[in-house]
């Protein structure tokens, strides 16, 4: 955790100060590691910024975005609260998507404020030294590199090595008889980044290698359980591109992946980890984020109350209120008096939720959050519309046909449930500020 720690700050205050030049903010005061000043209001919360739909649609910025920004930051440049921003696009650096928010919103955004689907893996280390098979589109292999994997293989490595296994493209397969070229390692780990180009090959190949065991010089087998682990970022089944109607996400390549294996071996596709929003784990890794900017600040408050502002109610608002929930009952394990009332609510122990699932892997990594609660504002500028015609059952409508989210997330009405609606970010970013009583100086 330590070592986690003293990492983010070295980057972050490196990369803030390259942000602030890049953003054309000029003066020298570097807040990160200048003297705090006491006389300026000190935040106890935090905000978490979707992009797509909230702050910007397709290439254009929203208008109210950067009026927004423009009372987050001070005369410096410096943000007058803990912001990141938090996306389910995977196919670029952070510090890409960090430049192209600073050159859109018109003030400082450094690579540690953002957050891709594929940011949580950097905690993954016990994978990085493995050698891992990664799919998606982009520049994969560079991205694998920067969140710490050091052994990283295609499918098109492994396309080239195995000529014969990519036989769907008939214009692909190879035009002479041709033996596999093994000098590849074992892969001991399997990926997935985003919906790749030639689905066909990746859906294959990952298959094979789940059946081989990462080898591919043997044959399938079927039986082989568990297979080799596998880890998947951003779940969105569909997103909104400039076409009228929703496009496939990468959560529709899962489902594919997911049918595939079932229908070959008979048993489910199981995951490692799956990370994007609504996962807990993205929420978790934001919470840290928030954290470590407080503590670059030298600001003395806990951040207790993170605000987090989206479009869609199935990632943004889903994900808020279930990292919401676990913020609340952790604190209920933590409090005899809570743990009495559940129990004298349901009739029992097992709706208290157990000691042992604190030891999970990002609590470890990232130590305990500060924050006790997590609270969703929804916008109306991007995915969800308030004009649209509500059926006369909505939950049930949403449940037996418009839940999207992924296989091993329950649709739970209560978790689409906004904490607040506001038309743009602007009224988001100033009903905050009016509900923490909060005035930047
Ligand atoms: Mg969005």
Redesign the pocket.
């Known amino acids: 955790m330590r070592g986690l720690l003293s990492f983010y700050r070295g980057l972050y205050t490196l990369s803030n100060r390259q942000a602030r030049r890049k953003a054309g903010i000029v003066g020298s005061r570097c807040g990160l590691c200048g003297t705090p000043s006491t006389s300026k209001p000190q935040p106890g919360f935090g905000l978490l910024f979707?992009?797509?739909?909230?702050l910007v649609r397709g290439r254009l910025p929203i208008p109210a975005a950067k009026k927004a920004f423009e009372k987050l930051v001070d005369s410096q440049g410096q943000f007058v609260v803990p912001v990141v921003f938090v996306?389910?696009a995977g196919n670029c650096l952070r510090q890409t998507k960090a430049d192209q928010l600073s050159h859109i919103l018109g003030v400082p955004i450094t690579q540690d404020q953002v957050i891709m689907s594929h940011s949580p893996l950097r905690m993954f280390k016990k994978f990085h030294d493995k050698c891992v098979l990664v799919s998606g589109q982009g520049p994969v292999l560079e991205i694998a590199k920067n969140l710490g994997f050091k052994n990283v293989m295609s499918i098109d490595m492994l396309r080239e090595s195995y000529p014969l296994l990519d036989m769907v493209d008939h214009n692909r397969r190879p035009k002479l008889p041709s033996n596999p070229i093994v000098t590849l390692s074992k892969v001991e780990a399997v990926i997935l980044f985003g919906e790749p180009v030639r689905w066909e090959t990746n859906l294959q190949l990952i298959i094979d290698i789940l059946l081989t065991n990462g080898n591919l010089s043997s044959v399938h087998q079927t039986q082989k359980m568990p297979h080799l682990p596998l880890l998947a970022c951003n779940m969105d089944l569909m997103w909104?591109a400039e076409a009228h109607s929703p496009r496939f996400g990468h959560g529709t390549f899962l489902v594919c992946l997911e049918n595939i294996y079932k229908k070959i071996t008979g048993k489910d596709l199981k995951y490692e980890a799956l990370m994007g929003k609504p996962s807990e784990l993205t929420y978790h890794f934001a919470e840290y984020l928030i954290r470590s900017q407080a503590m670059q600040r030298q600001w003395k408050l806990p951040i207790t109350t993170l605000y987090a502002i989206?479009?869609?109610l199935m990632?943004?608002i889903y994900g808020a209120n279930l990292y919401n929930r676990y913020l609340e009952e952790r604190a209920a394990r933590k409090n005899p008096k809570a743990v009495a009332q559940m129990v004298a609510a349901t009739g029992s122990t097992a709706a208290v939720p157990r000691e042992e699932e604190m030891d999970s892997l990002w609590e470890s990594e990232l130590a305990l959050p500060s924050a006790t609660s997590c609270k969703s504002v929804l916008v109306c500028t991007?995915?969800y519309n308030p004009n649209a015609e509500v059926p006369s059952d909505a939950n049930r409508c949403i449940k037996e046909t418009v839940f999207h989210g992924h296989r091993d997330f329950r649709f739970d009405p209560a978790l689409v449930e906004p904490g607040h609606i506001v038309q743009d970010v602007l009224e988001a970013v100033d009903l905050i500020f009016e509900q923490e009583k909060f005035v930047p100086q």
């Not at 979707?50 to 909230?54: H, K, M, T």
Request: overall charge negative.
């Open positions: 979707d992009i797509d739909g909230v996306t389910n909104m989206g479009d869609n990632t943004d991007g995915v």
